[in-house]
């Protein structure tokens, strides 16, 4: 019931309408259904195994992939679901690393084939900062999604967070305090209440990639 409220309260939250109204928001429902996808091939292969559960994990994700580059967070997220799974005695070692090790070599190739065809990773805009206004600005990119999620006000097609120019003001010292607070707050929910571990490490393993 939990997660039938969570799925319905994001199909309607209006920070992601662009998926449905804008076509290029295509490729974040493909990544939706083919990451979750992935996800639950992850989860009954570590635990039932079996070569057809490996390569349909192997098929999916590969899928994801070519979807949407951000997909690599799975490869995130099924090293640290499976060390919960190994460390809880809730899946076998060897399965863990199989699974872990397909993934593992499917990124490898995709960002591989990435290299060959673009010559690099990604290519910046001509206007992206450096790498301290890139990292003075994920704190303040950070509270602005959260703000979003708990009150979407203000929305626009773009969005509205432009790179930090003084990575010392006093915005972006706000937006990194509050930051800590709210990884220190979900830490100690965690340590209080484990069954929040893996939600936890799905949320992380989707925001790195970004």
């Not at 190994?86 to 990435?114: D, H, N, Q, S």
């Amino acid at each position: 019931l939990r997660a039938v409220g969570a799925a319905a309260l994001f199909a309607v939250h209006p920070a992601v309408v662009d998926s449905v109204a804008w076509v290029s928001g295509l490729q974040d429902q493909l990544l939706a259904v083919l990451g979750l996808g992935a996800a639950i091939a992850w989860r009954r292969y570590t635990t039932e195994g079996g070569g057809v559960g490996l390569a349909a994990l192997g098929a999916v994700y590969a899928a994801a992939l070519l979807s949407k580059e951000a997909a690599v967070g799975l490869l995130l997220f099924a090293a640290m679901d499976g060390a919960i799974g190994v460390r809880r005695r809730e899946i076998p070692a060897r399965r863990f690393a199989t699974g872990l090790g397909l993934l593992a070599i499917e990124t490898a190739l995709y960002l591989g084939i990435r290299v060959a065809v673009l010559g690099a990773l990604a290519h910046p805009f001509p206007t992206a900062p450096g790498l301290l206004g890139t990292l003075a600005s994920l704190p303040v990119v950070l509270v602005e999604y959260t703000r979003i999620a708990f009150f979407p006000v203000g929305l626009a097609l773009l969005s509205p967070v432009r790179p930090v120019v003084d990575p010392f003001s006093i915005r972006v010292l706000a937006c990194a305090f509050g930051v800590a607070v709210l990884a220190a707050g979900a830490a100690v929910a965690v340590r209080r209440r484990p069954s929040l571990l893996r939600p936890a490490a799905w949320s992380l393993a989707w925001l790195a990639p970004a």
